[in-house]
């Protein structure tokens, strides 16, 4: 995607009235497997948090989307971050990271670890690290590698 220099994308924090464009752009990013996922199974008893989830808007078209959840590891509240996803003509152009870095800033000035199911080459970049993780259990089945933590040590199950 190319985005011309007088016509920027908007980061905007997510509304109640983005999710039917922001399940859509999940459904063609994802399919319908990302419902048996162990990380659906944290956000389906997490609380949301929409203060720290944004948009990427291309003019009026969903761009990207990035959700935030609180939870607690071992009772540390932390927030639980996914869903991202990007159209696939903006994979290339930044907005995935720029989505990740404002949820992760939004979560630390807050106070929150932040915790993720994903590819360490792709979020390591952020400061995102499993080592930090390796006990800390997500409900369901999960390549224990790809839980990754930023801003400190989590262990426990991964709760309300």
Request: with cysteine; glycine share 12%; proline share 7%.
């Amino acid at each position: 995607m190319t985005v011309p220099a007088e016509q920027a994308l908007s980061y905007l924090n997510e509304q109640p009235a983005d999710a039917d464009v922001i399940e859509a752009l999940l459904d063609h990013a994802f399919g319908p497997g990302r419902f048996v996922k162990a990380s659906e199974r944290v956000r389906e008893f997490a609380e949301f948090r929409p203060e720290m989830s944004f948009c990427a808007w291309d003019g009026r078209r969903l761009v990207g989307s990035v959700r935030m959840w609180k939870v607690h590891v071992g009772g540390t509240p932390a927030i639980f971050l996914g869903p991202l996803a990007v159209m696939a003509d903006g994979r290339k152009s930044g907005v995935g990271g720029e989505l990740v870095r404002m949820a992760c800033d939004a979560a630390q000035a807050a106070g929150y670890r932040v915790l993720l199911v994903g590819d360490a080459p792709y979020f390591g970049r952020f400061g995102f690290s499993a080592a930090p993780a390796k006990e800390a259990r997500l409900p369901g089945p999960v390549d224990q590698r790809r839980v990754l933590v930023l801003g400190g040590e989590l262990a426990g199950p991964v709760t309300a």
